[in-house]
C-alpha cells in the first residue's frame, strides 16, 4: 500500500504499487482489497488504484512481512543472489527453480526437510 484517502464520508481510494505492471493477479488483489477495506466500519465506497511509481522493489518487504510469510505460508523472500533459508528447518541448500506461477515468484525444494518453498523474487 502505498496511498491511502479516506473521506469523512467514508469514501477510502487505495493505491497499491504492482510488483510488475504485467501480474496476471492485479485484479484478484485489487478484489481482495475492496473487500477487505469494504468490511471495515464507517466505509461507503472503495476505489483501489495502481500507482506507476514508485517502482516496487523486493526491499519493500519489511522484515515483519518476511517472518510472517515465513510462518504463516511457507514463503521465502530472495533478496540479490542470496541463498534462501527454508522457512520450516532454517536450512539454506534449496534445489532452485527458475520457473515459478509467475514473474515475481519461484518454487523451490528444500534438500534438508523436502519443504516446497515459494520463493518472492524480484
Given amino acids: 500500500v502505498e496511498a491511502l484517502d ?7 481510494v487505495v493505491g497499491l504499487i504492482p510488483t510488475f505492471s504485467g501480474c496476471p493477479a492485479l ?8 473487500s477487505a477495506v469494504a468490511d471495515l466500519d464507517g466505509v461507503t465506497t472503495v ?3 495502481w500507482l506507476g511509481a514508485p517502482v516496487w522493489t523486493i526491499d519493500r518487504v519489511t522484515d ?16 540479490g543472489r ?6 520450516r528447518c532454517g536450512s539454506s541448500t534449496m534445489e532452485d527453480s ?4 509467475s514473474r515475481c515468484r519461484a ?9 516446497v518453498v515459494e520463493v518472492m523474487r524480484a
Fill in 107 to 115: 518454487v523451490h525444494v528444500c534438500t534438508s526437510c523436502a519443504e
Fill in 47 to 49: 476505489d483501489v488504484r
Fill in 6 to 12: 479516506v473521506t469523512p464520508d467514508g469514501d477510502v
Fill in 98 to 101: 527458475m520457473f515459478g506461477p
Fill in 64 to 79: 515483519v512481512a518476511r517472518a510472517t510469510m515465513a510462518r504463516e505460508f511457507t514463503v521465502a523472500v530472495r533478496i
Fill in 27 to 34: 485484479s484478484m488483489i485489487a478484489d481482495d482489497v475492496r
Fill in 82 to 87: 542470496e541463498p534462501v533459508s527454508c522457512p
